[in-house]
């Protein structure tokens, strides 16, 4: 690490003493940069501050980042001479800039003039700069103005600072100190909140720079340990963690206690993260998995790193106690997307309606209209919609299935009442929403509150679904039968599941999978397959349905091989 001069250190106690560093956005501040810009017509404008190791922005307009390195900051020189404008009327006719990583990449710094913002004891702790990317010069009609506001600044800085002063003295006069707002009192680590804006900074950061990395630490077994140990040991055997935790980390590292038993910390440098994430797992006696991501600059928030480190700790977790994973994009990024849906799916809970787009389904004899299917048509916060499987299965692994299934339930059945219609409604249910006990009152209550008739609709379960079923999944089907609902088997075939099993179970129909319609398999053997299933379900009094038909042809097979309804893109397409 090099060496503070003493210049150098009375400098930043200086800035420190203005307390400004890391703070929130203000207006006023906000106001001088927009004004900056538009008397100097310059499409940068920046008020920063020169910290020991970085250069923190405070104000900025047209700049994505709120902080740089020392290293690649124009602001270094503007501090070494407290005294002097600098102006840069061209950077590729200038040494010092011309293979600069701001000139040659983003922003594209071509012209610069910097006011230096002077404290009354004659030292610079940052600048009042702005930024053309073409090369032009600065007259005195710009650089004028631009002073100006540069002594309103440090005007208000002064005050600021003045009142600083006085709200420490008044504090060290306070008979106790309050506690700290930024440390979290049960591990005296950095709280929360601190830890996130620090997150939030070393994310928007960019430049050439050593990327940093993000640990997720977690204690494996939580549940085992956790139940074994009672919620006041538990706390205290999390909380001892803590300083072995930090005794792992350098002191420019940042570690906290983000959820009740995860860690979190900032590396920073990427090349030690390996390293210490192998040193944690070992070192301490409780089994830890470590899931790690590179902050690249890459990163839209210190939210989305902390999901991927989150993504990868899972990962890390599947291999077993001990693992330390680093976020892959290639590997894991459907695992992510799972989790991003999980959170909108949550996020969007109670759900009140639920879009739904609605397919005919035909008697084949006569072309009239038997029934139509409900189907989930999902669009993301994002404007991108999600297949229905997809977001099934989403709302499956998030435990959210019985809630978003009785939504989906209400949302038709609601709609079915109001158009008074005579046909019936049928409605996908997924088996998370069978296993809960007591399904069929879900849906009598549901078809009560909607003034529906049980006789207008009917629930498609999958062939898996319903071969997976036991005894009280069956006890529910028939008081839901008796009652006048028709109970279907979805996708019939795509399993492997026979016939002759099934018929234990209560229903009225069959929908033959739509790879036998128009699957790849030969046709002679499908349509052998469709015309054995038919013979077989009329047997044994069930009706067969034909998914898929989109032709005139796959109609004519679908009737000729003696299926009663069809359902498919010939008919109609869901809308
Ligand atoms: P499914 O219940 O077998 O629904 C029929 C699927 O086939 C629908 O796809 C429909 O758009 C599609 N389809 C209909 N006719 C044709 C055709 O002629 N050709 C082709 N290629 N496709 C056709 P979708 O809407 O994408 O739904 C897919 C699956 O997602 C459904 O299969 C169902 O298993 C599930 N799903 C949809 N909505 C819900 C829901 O509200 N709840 C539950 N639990 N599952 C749902
Ligand atoms: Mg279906
Ligand atoms: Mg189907």
Not at 227 to 255: F, N, V
Not at 274 to 280: F, K, Q, R, S, T
């Amino acid at each position: 690490m090099t060496k503070v001069q003493p210049r150098e250190r009375r400098r930043l106690s200086e800035l420190a003493s203005y307390s400004i560093l890391d703070t929130a956005p203000e207006e006023l501040y906000e106001q001088i940069v927009r004004l900056a810009a538009r008397v100097t017509n310059c499409p940068v404008a920046v008020i920063s501050f020169m910290d020991r190791d970085r250069q923190w922005i405070k104000a900025a307009v047209n700049l994505p980042y709120r902080e740089t390195t020392r290293e690649v900051s124009f602001c270094r020189y503007v501090i070494a001479d407290p005294n002097r404008t600098m102006i840069v009327p061209d950077t590729h006719l200038d040494d010092r800039f011309q293979a600069h990583p701001l000139v040659t990449g983003e922003p594209h710094v071509r012209a610069y003039a910097a006011i230096p913002l002077r404290t009354p004891a004659g030292l610079a702790i940052g600048s009042l700069c702005v930024v053309d990317t073409q090369a032009r010069p600065f007259t005195p009609d710009d650089l004028e103005p631009l002073e100006m506001l540069a002594q309103q600044l440090c005007a208000h800085l002064e005050a600021r600072r003045t009142a600083a002063r006085l709200q420490r003295d008044a504090d060290t006069r306070k008979p106790a100190p309050a506690p700290r707002r930024d440390i979290d009192t049960s591990t005296g680590l950095p709280s929360r909140k601190l830890f996130l804006e620090r997150l939030e900074r070393t994310v928007r950061v960019t430049g050439a720079m050593p990327a940093c990395a993000l640990l997720a630490i977690e204690v494996d077994r939580t549940r085992y340990l956790r139940d074994g140990a009672g919620p006041a040991e538990w706390e205290r055997l999390i909380a001892s963690l803590a300083p072995r935790l930090r005794g792992c980390l350098r002191d420019q590292d940042t570690l906290t206690r983000l959820f009740d038993d995860t860690f979190f910390a900032v590396i920073n440098d990427i090349e030690r993260a390996p390293g210490v994430a192998g040193e944690i797992s070992r070192a301490l006696d409780v089994p830890l998995s470590v899931g790690a991501v590179a902050l690249d600059g890459k990163h839209k928030n210190a939210d989305d790193a902390i999901q991927q480190a989150n993504v990868a700790l899972r990962v890390a977790q599947e291999h077993g106690a001990g693992h330390v994973i680093f976020f892959d994009p290639q590997r894991h990024g459907a695992l992510r997307d799972r989790y991003v849906l999980y959170r909108e799916l949550r996020a969007a809970m109670p759900l009140r309606s639920v879009p739904l787009v609605y397919q005919p389904i035909v008697h084949l004899r006569t072309n009239e209209v038997h029934s139509e299917e409900a189907l989930l048509r999902w669009i993301r916060p994002n404007g991108n919609a999600v297949s229905p499987e997809t977001l099934v299965a989403a709302a499956e692994g998030a435990d959210l299935m019985p809630q978003l299934g009785e939504a989906i339930l209400r949302s038709a059945c609601r709609r079915h009442k109001s158009l008074q219609s005579t046909r019936r409604l049928s409605v996908n249910i997924s088996p998370r929403q069978f296993g809960v006990a007591g399904f069929e009152h879900t849906v009598f209550n549901i078809l009560d509150a909607e003034g529906l008739s049980p006789r207008a609709l009917t629930l498609e379960i999958t062939e898996t679904t319903m071969m997976n079923s036991d005894a009280a999944v069956i006890g529910s089907l028939n008081a839901l039968r008796a009652a006048g609902v028709r109970i279907e088997i979805d996708d019939f075939g795509a399993g492997f599941s026979s016939l002759g099993r099934l018929s234990h179970f209560p229903f009225d129909a069959l929908k033959i999978d739509r790879s036998f319609i128009s699957g790849d398999a030969p046709l002679a053997r499908r349509c052998a397959i469709i015309e054995a299933t038919v013979a077989l379900a009329h047997r044994l009094g069930l009706e067969v349905i034909a998914e898929g038909i989109e032709t005139e042809e796959h109609l004519r097979m679908a009737a000729g091989l003696g299926c009663d309804l069809g359902q498919g893109y010939y008919f109609g397409r869901p809308a």
